[in-house]
């Protein structure tokens, strides 16, 4: 069974640019996950999506969206890029809504802002 | 506040030893604690998930504890290996909706 996947696998933008980052959950899998780590810290939560809906939001600005697809698939999109931008983004999926559910991580995209 | 706090920051031992990470948190209402491990580079993957009720979970040479009451949970590592090396991180849920991570221990061990 194939994982979370992830792409691109690495990515390099200037300030001020937009980005859309994509993410497939394991197959049956209908919530995703978006995380953002930066280097040397810990994951921060991004977006949560179950069934094409965006369930909860962490402490980020609102130049950070996503959506998710009927296919469940996701895209987390980053507009007018800033270098503290620069980080792992993880996307995980789970099987059912809810976090007592197991969260399984994508290999995540590496952004670059320069 | 919901805060999730992870000791040592960092760790050394030699091989074949074995080491125990500590997770202290303050969150309500819990729901429940896992421990992933985190190679450089790539996604976290889940070692153990534990509710309120359960006190111990091994998965292999890995053991995690939990005590609810005073809410520290901690992650033993059994004769460690090369492989071990890695970042260890702590989540706990707090009921249905937030997710607050550790900002992890980085795991090194030398041969």
């Known amino acids: 069974e194939a994982g979370v996947t992830q792409s691109p696998t690495h990515l390099i933008k200037t300030r001020g640019q937009q980005v859309t980052l994509r993410c497939s959950p394991i197959s049956g899998h209908t919530s995703v996950y978006w995380y953002q780590q930066a280097l040397g810290l810990g994951l921060q939560f991004l977006l949560w999506?179950?069934?094409?809906?965006?369930?909860n939001r962490g402490n980020f600005p609102p130049r950070f969206s996503g959506r998710q697809f009927p296919n469940y698939s996701s895209e987390l999109n980053v507009n007018a890029l800033e270098l503290e931008d620069s980080a792992l983004y993880l996307c995980a999926s789970s099987l059912g809504q809810g976090l007592t559910y197991e969260q399984y991580f994508g290999p995540g995209t590496r952004l670059t802002v320069t | 506040k919901n805060q999730v706090e992870q000791s040592p920051q960092s760790l050394i031992i030699l091989e074949g030893k074995n080491c125990t990470l500590q997770?202290?948190?303050?969150?309500?209402?819990?729901?429940?604690l896992r421990w992933y491990k985190q190679d450089t580079g790539r996604g976290p993957v889940s070692l153990t998930i534990m509710t309120f009720s359960e006190n111990t979970k091994s998965n292999g040479r890995y053991t995690a504890t939990l005590d609810a009451d005073t809410k520290q949970s901690s992650l033993h590592i059994t004769a460690s290996q090369l492989s071990d090396s890695a970042s260890y991180i702590c989540v706990v849920s707090a009921g249905a909706s937030k997710i607050i991570f550790g900002s992890g221990t980085r795991l090194s061990i030398r041969p």
């Open positions: 997770c202290n948190y303050t969150v309500s209402p819990f729901s429940n």
């Open positions: 999506y179950d069934e094409g809906e965006e369930r």
